[in-house]
């Protein structure tokens, strides 16, 4: 019913930054939230940050607070991600959800609607 699609991945120098964006596409589209989770081989997938598409709130991981920012264009459905100053440790695939309003929070139990099939960053030091 609704596709989530990623962009803007790719291979960037420690220090630099890149912009990930997400754009829903479907018939409808309801979900009360978006959020970017990132995942590593042999890890679980983690919260990065998360936006309430009505209050716009927004919420980040410790870990990226200061260093990335995530907005949304209601209009056109579509979700970003600014990740400045990156480090290595930043690399993963990043995926975007759509969901509950808790999935603001990171929260994934019954909150998840729909994932994006994920785009690769490779921050190299």
């Known amino acids: 019913q609704v596709q989530l699609v990623e962009s803007g991945g790719g291979l960037v120098q420690a220090g630099g930054s890149l912009r990930l964006s997400c754009a829903a596409s479907?018939?409808?589209?309801?979900?009360?939230?978006m959020g970017w989770f990132r995942q590593v081989p042999g890890k679980e997938r983690e919260f990065v940050a998360g936006?309430?598409?009505?209050?716009?709130?927004?919420s980040y991981s410790d870990s990226v607070k200061g260093r990335f920012t995530i907005s949304r264009d209601n209009a056109k459905n579509t979700v970003f991600l600014q990740m400045n100053n990156l480090k290595p440790e930043d690399t993963a695939v990043y995926y975007c959800?759509?969901?509950?309003?808790?999935?603001?929070?990171?929260?994934?139990?019954?909150?998840?609607?729909?994932w994006g099939q994920g785009t690769q960053v490779t921050v190299s030091s």
């Open positions: 936006v309430s598409w009505s209050t716009s709130l927004t």
């Open positions: 959800a759509a969901g509950g309003l808790r999935l603001r929070l990171g929260v994934l139990d019954g909150q998840v609607d729909y």
């Open positions: 479907g018939r409808t589209f309801s979900s009360r939230a």
